[in-house]
């Protein structure tokens, strides 16, 4: 009796926390970027760049359209938007790249060597992956 009404309880918890994780899954081609960073070190909550928006610049960064600090997936595509560039080779992000000398400012630079983001990057901005949204190379 104890064993089944376990079962039971456990078989609802997964169904309630199914549907929040799906959530912030994604949205309309917005892919979350895992632990990504910001140059806003005072904001918090999810990253999710716009897979439409990826497109190879003529100087072989990959640029796109990122959504930052999204603390409500209602949120996703209409807080945080800037527009961000990155450097497969090198695994540098570039911050907010319309506007200004962003390449050479160590403040709109962050090396993702380490980064839990560089396999999204990797593979919807670097063509790691044959993704309908994966840029030529």
């Known amino acids: 009796m104890f ?3 376990l079962k039971l309880a ?3 918890v997964l169904l309630i926390s199914a549907p929040a994780f799906a959530q912030w899954a994604g949205r309309d081609g ?8 910001s140059t806003d070190v005072e904001g918090s909550g999810h990253a999710y760049l ?14 796109f359209n990122e959504s930052s600090n999204v603390s ?17 080779t090198r695994n540098i992000k570039y911050m907010c ?28 901005l670097c063509g790691e992956d044959p993704s309908p949204h994966a840029p030529d190379r």
Do not use: F
Request: with cysteine.
């Open 50 to 63: 716009d897979s439409t928006s990826v497109r190879r610049g003529d100087d072989g960064l990959i640029y």
């Open 97 to 124: 790249v319309d506007h200004g000398d962003w390449r050479n400012d160590p403040q709109s630079r962050i090396d993702l060597t380490k980064d839990p983001a560089v396999s999204v990057y990797g593979r919807y």
């Open 30 to 37: 917005w892919i979350e970027e895992p632990g990504a960073k």
């Open 3 to 5: 064993a089944s009404r």
């Open 10 to 12: 456990i078989i609802a």
């Open 72 to 88: 409500r997936p209602d949120q996703i595509g209409k807080v945080g938007l800037m527009e961000d560039a990155y450097d497969c």
